[in-house]
């Protein structure tokens, strides 16, 4: 591959990505940048957790990203009665063919899962999904069972009911590559949401890459260079997120667990996702500062003086980035 | 690092101008302050110019390593950033910088390195801001006070300067005939401190004049000592060798000898003048001038015996009567003493007034101060005070106003009038009026102008009580 080939495979994945962003906005109402970042954790090969109140286009995105890619997607409701074996699969017997038993493939295998509200099923069940986020294969009775290899999460979950819930634990929060923030849309955003989804013509997305094209959109994203500034600028956050290490009063004062090492690799894996879209062939300090929010607001666990002072991880962040700027 | 490449080659150069910038904005509010300052102080402490130079000298240099170590921090790493915050590059200088350097560079690295060259294919033109022209010129301006302070000379009327005018050929000459004629190592220590203090070009500094001050005081005592001694003891052999032997004048002679002024006065006081008729006019003028030592003498710490505290009216009358009645050569060593002495007195009334001149120009302009009694011509020194608000002392005194008068203690012929309001009519040194200096000439009519007031005052309070 020469100069020329690479830079015209890095403006075809460009025009790639801006003709997905354009076919999810036909259906999906000002959510522009929740769905950038949303296809930036899907090219880094990393899951999202979706955080909105009911009825503000979630499962809408999910289904339409899903049709924009050409991708098998399934859905879980996941509630409180939901067992393991629900998501991933269990043997059963089989008659036909002479009674024997067979491995039932569960949902989770599958190219894109939506887990709705996923913090309504226990403990048990959230933690089915541990090794299949992370290691993409699921084991089921000592027999291990690979996953797709484009298999892409997406989580989502109700900040405001909290009764009968269960909050996710920290050890499947940090395998979120982003935590993305729904916002609640405003007057105009509601005229159109209205406008369009309350009529008899609902636009049908258009499939725009394959999943070859996506493999090889990832596999990009992973050659772009990282120099030693945008690095010593990533680990310098991920280190000032932790109380122990921290310089800042705030994260003493609010942060009781900082971010993990998982926080850099999608601080970094972000950042290049971000610079190549931004048609830079080196990521940049800026790239991780813009990554920074969706990729550690769900690994910094704040104390209970936080929570009772309503400071959030947002907060935190942000003063993290600045302070990181000035030390430049 | 290859330097041949445009955009390192220019990213040199912003990086030295960078440095520039930041050293003379480090360098700029402690040298704008500081030189001035210095040169200042060493004005304030009368320090030499070649110490004040070098003073200077040294805090420029050192200010000027402290800033060149401080810019050293400014790598092309950090000039690299500055350009692509300029231009809004993220990062893309600086990585430009890191990733030229690697030798096996992947598609991504050169296709990074392509770009960043194809924005800057000449270098990049960028440079800092020149320094403000304005700053410019005032450090130039501050060096330029700060070496014009440090060569500046004492305005005139400054104390050093004074002492310098005072220390004339003739003043030198005389002191240091006198200390060579009359043997006193304070003297000949004075005469060299003298002749060493005139050899320097540069004004001496406060401690050195106050030094020199308060030993021309000590000589002057002492000369005053010992001009009465020596009149003394010269008076004494002349009574000793008197035609009317009696026992008072032996012990006369040998008080004189002794320098016992007191025992010699009040031996004199015991003396019935109408039995001195054996007595030579010299011997009478020697009784009546211990007799008419009316001056209040001072508790010394030896009443008894050994050189007590004289008054300056009697060692005045002896070393005239000594002088009068001596030989040529007793003479010329009065003349010598009396010469020595008029210098010293012209050196510290003159240097101890316009130090007080420093101190409060208005204080000492208007000085009611009694002169100094080892500056018996110090009255002479007030030509200023003649000048303003001069009152004629034979003028009745306006209404509101009393005539005070100070008298000079030593005889010296001069004495002062002024008109000062009635409550402040005291001889406190503090009244800041005009005064005018009388000729001693004059003081009879003073005394009388006085006498005839308070008479005149009494006669119309006596009227009105009538």
Redesign the interface.
Known sequence: MTEADLEAEIGEFRTAFEKLLQEIQRSIVGLGELTQQVLVALLCGGHVLLEGVPGVGKTMLVRTLSHCLGLETKRVQFTPDLMPADILGAHVLVEEGGPHVEFSRGPVFTQVLLADEINRCTPKTQAALLEAMQERSVTIAGATHGLDELFFCIATQNPIEMEGTYPLPEAQLDRFFFKILVPSPDKEKLKEIARKTTGNANAVPQTILTSLELKRFQSLIREVPVPDLAEDYAASLIIASSPQSAESETVKEYVRYGASPRGMQSLILASKAIALLDGRFCCSTQDVARAALPALRHRLILNFQAEAEDVVTDDVINELVKDSEKRL | MNRKDPIIHSLMDCRNALRRNAALDSAFPLLVYGVPAIACLSFAVNAQPEASFGLITTFIVLISIVCWLRTRSISL?QTA?VIDAEFAL???V??YL??SEEDDR???????I??VSKLFPKGIDWRPNEPEPRKLGILSLSMMLGLAAIFMKPIPGQPELLMKELLTEANRARLSNAGKALSSDKIRELAVSIEQFSKTASPVSRSDRTRIIEQVRNIQREINSSEAEFAGEFLGDLLSKSSAQSSVMNAISQALRKAQWRKASDLARSIDNSDAGELSGAEREILNALQKDDAQVKSGSNSDGGSEPKSEKLRKRLASLARQHSSDETRRVLDSMQDVRTALAEIADSSSSSSKGVRNKSESSNSTKTPSITAPKSARHTSPVQKAGAVNPFVAAGPGQSIAAIMDLQDTGLSTLFPVPPDQASFKQSNPVARAVVPFSKRELVKEYFERRSVGEARQMGGSND
């Open positions: 790493q950033g993220n990062d893309g600086s990585s890191q990733f992947t598609l991504f690295l050169k296709l990074h392509t770009s």
